[in-house]
């Protein structure tokens, strides 16, 4: 599974998210949630892109060599995993965790690379009016959607 993620003025040299980008992405997935859920897994891509906006690049990381490819129908699928709740009676849950990629030669694991992540959503937070937690939120929400935070 690739990791998508858009940069801060299209700029794949530096790890700085774009706000407005997961924002936007946010935004339409939950805007037109049943078409985005009912397409094709290949179609995602073009609808996640078409949320994006035309200043907003989603890119997928690649590997071999490693480079960050835009996506579209033709590079890159978007399979759903539903979210599910443990069941009444159950005697105990199942969860499904996204761990990183790790290979040989990969630098160990650290927590450090979210820290523009975590300056967007100060940022964006503000001083907690409503509307700015709403936009923090949004950047939260697409974040989750798009990278996992990995």
């Known amino acids: ?17 774009s706000k407005q980008g997961y924002i936007n992405v946010a935004t339409g997935v939950i805007n037109d949630f049943i078409n985005f859920e009912s397409e094709s897994d290949k179609n995602r891509s073009d609808l996640l892109q078409q ?3 035309n200043n907003y690049i989603i890119y997928q990381l690649t590997r071999n060599p490693e480079t960050n490819v835009q996506i579209d129908s033709n590079n890159c699928k978007v399979n759903i995993v539903l979210d ?4 009444p009676g159950v005697t105990f849950g199942k969860h499904n965790i ?27 937070y503000g001083a907690g009016t409503s509307p700015e937690v709403d936009q923090a ?10 990278t996992r935070c990995r």
């Open 1 to 17: 599974m690739a990791k998508l993620k858009i940069f801060d003025n299209n700029n794949t040299n530096v790890n700085v998210p």
């Open 51 to 53: 949320y994006a906006g």
């Open 84 to 87: 599910g709740r443990k069941k």
């Open 98 to 124: 996204v761990l990183p990629e790790i290979e040989s030669g990969d630098p160990p694991l650290d927590a450090g690379y979210l820290s523009e992540h975590v300056k967007a959503i100060s940022e964006l």
């Open 137 to 146: 939120c949004k950047f939260l929400f697409g974040l989750m959607l798009l």
